[in-house]
């Protein structure tokens, strides 16, 4: 059935809406726009550079709101092309309306607000919300098998309407319960686009962006079941299905890493996380949830403490390491210092090792790496500094293994060791496997937390010599792992080690040559200064 529409104005703002909504868009949106984001009943949802997005419930909270969306207008170069062409709320809106019409499970649209000023563009989308609906990924005993064969059936239906939705993946998807049965709809709809008709390649696309979405909420033989269920509506796709299912799973690598390496820049950039700015001549970037003023008070507390002994761990001619003590709470602060003209040249360039520490610290934090979390960086030609986290309380892991692991002969302290090597081989295990590697893996990088039932986690710092997006070879498995074998205090003993090497090579797929992994771990150990270490008294 066709949509009736009416058009009005409301404090400069040019509004398209629904007719059958027009008693929603008047009385409870269009008077009360300008206060969106104070008002009592009104929840920010989301906001990044170029959206902001707030549910408004102006009713009872069991009955269903509107979600409005307010895009902004970066910099003249939007504005320009805003002119240039139709607006993203204008082509969300469209979309929105074709897919409803087409039978797609999306939003029901209720109101686009146009604005122009002469030096600011606003546009609002509005739309009724799903009531009780939640993101797949939340979604509470979701019955895998119905949910699957629904994203399957909803792939193909893209495919054969034209629609191209570059953004098809479970963060956009909400699943609603209706006894029984589950209902899945697609939100978030700004990059979806009618084609004449879709390549392979972009339905491949789409089927690679939404495997790489199922992490946690669906595993490996998910995704595959998923691809066989699709394979079943796409007869072009079934006549290859298993070429076709492994080039959908190597471009699914392909997207994760482009989108893993996006979001580790990102700390560069004045981005939705992170702020860019100067202060004192320094260039200054900073995580939005650690603001300018803590960066600048943590600074002027180091500065401050300069020289005293009990706050620096660690000092050599080229970095120093110190603890210090913010009204935010404690934070670690690295000073970099140019010791000759090449590291000053790089400073002022903006090539310092500082920053390299910076980006690889947040690439960390983006694979979900344990680590010390980076904060803020002040970078400049002849110092630069680094601001962390400071994980208070966790010991380095060469001081824990002496001072917990030192008499565990039998009984339960030493199930208690061998669990503790195991939950460590998985944790280097899931490192590698991120493909990221380490090149100064020693255990003093290496701080422990200890968790409740035998559990451990372990924190990789001193990060510098992170290498990340490329698969770790076995060469450099191995010189990792000849550097724990030579920091590792020797009250783990070689059979707790022959223990650690065999897990981790099967875990690792070298089952079939345990034997050569361990000589070659050998040999490149005989090239190394062990440290001795005794255990604590």
């Not at 193909?156 to 993946?169: A, T, W």
């Not at 934070?331 to 690889?360: E, F, Q, T």
Request: net charge positive.
């Amino acid at each position: 059935m066709e949509q009736e529409f009416y058009t009005c104005e409301q404090n400069d703002i040019r509004w398209t809406a629904v007719s059958k909504y027009s008693h929603i868009v008047e009385s409870r949106v269009l008077r009360r726009i300008e206060h969106i984001p104070s008002l009592e009943k009104c929840k920010l949802v989301k906001r990044n550079l170029y959206r902001t997005t707030y549910v408004y419930k102006p009713i009872h909270p069991a009955a269903a709101g509107v979600y409005i969306k307010r895009y902004q207008i970066r910099d003249w170069g939007d504005k320009f092309l805003t002119k240039l062409r139709q607006s993203q709320a204008y082509r969300e809106w469209k979309m929105m309306l074709l897919m409803g019409q087409k039978g797609f499970p999306v939003p029901q649209p209720v109101a686009l607000g146009e604005r122009e000023h002469k030096k600011t563009i606003e546009n609002y989308l509005v739309t009724l919300e799903i009531l009780n609906a939640v993101p797949v990924r939340e979604a509470p005993d979701i019955q895998k098998e119905e949910v699957l064969l629904a994203l399957a059936s909803l792939a193909d239906k893209l495919r054969r309407e034209n629609i191209f939705y570059k953004d098809f993946q479970l963060g956009n998807i909400l699943l609603k319960k209706r006894g029984a049965k589950s209902e899945i709809f697609l939100v978030d709809l700004h990059s979806a686009r009618l084609l004449t008709a879709l390549s392979k390649g972009q339905i491949l696309y789409m089927l690679a962006k939404l495997i790489d979405s199922f992490a946690p909420a669906f595993n490996a033989v998910d995704q595959d079941r998923f691809l066989d269920l699709y394979a079943q509506a796409d007869p072009s796709f079934k006549m290859g299905a298993a070429q076709n299912k492994e080039g959908v799973k190597a471009l699914a690598a392909r997207i994760r890493q482009t989108h893993l390496k996006s979001r580790t820049k990102r700390c560069l950039v004045r981005s939705t996380g992170f702020s860019v700015g100067y202060y004192e001549g320094l260039r200054l970037f900073h995580r939005k949830d650690f603001d300018r003023h803590s960066v600048l008070n943590a600074f002027k507390a180091y500065r401050e403490s300069a020289g005293n002994s009990k706050d620096t761990l660690k000092s050599t001619k080229k970095t120093s390491l110190s603890i210090v003590e913010t009204s935010a709470g404690k934070v670690c602060v690295k000073r970099y210092i140019s010791i000759n003209m090449l590291d000053r040249i790089k400073g002022g360039l903006g090539l310092s090792r500082a920053r390299r520490a910076w980006v690889i610290g947040n690439g960390l934090v983006v694979r979900n790496i344990p680590t010390s979390t980076p904060l803020a960086l002040l970078e400049g030609t002849n110092e630069s500094f680094l601001i962390t986290t400071a994980l208070v309380g966790f010991p380095r892991m060469d001081y824990y293994i002496l001072e917990n692991f030192k008499e565990t002969r039998s009984g339960s302290a030493f199930q208690r060791k061998k669990d503790f090597i195991s939950s460590f081989t998985r944790a280097l295990w899931s490192l590698h496997e991120k493909n990221t590697y380490h090149g100064d893996l020693k255990a003093c990088n290496i701080l422990v937390e200890e968790l409740p039932e035998n559990k451990w986690e372990f924190y990789f710092i001193d990060y510098d010599k992170v290498v990340f997006d490329h698969e770790v070879s076995i060469r450099r498995r191995i010189k990792n792992i000849a550097q724990l074998h030579t920091s590792i205090p020797w009250c783990i003993t070689w059979a707790d080690r022959m223990r650690f090497f065999k897990s981790y090579a099967g875990d690792a797929g070298y089952e079939h040559s345990k034997a050569a992994f361990l000589r070659e771990v050998m040999r490149e150990s005989n090239k190394r200064i062990p440290v001795h270490m005794e255990p604590l008294e």
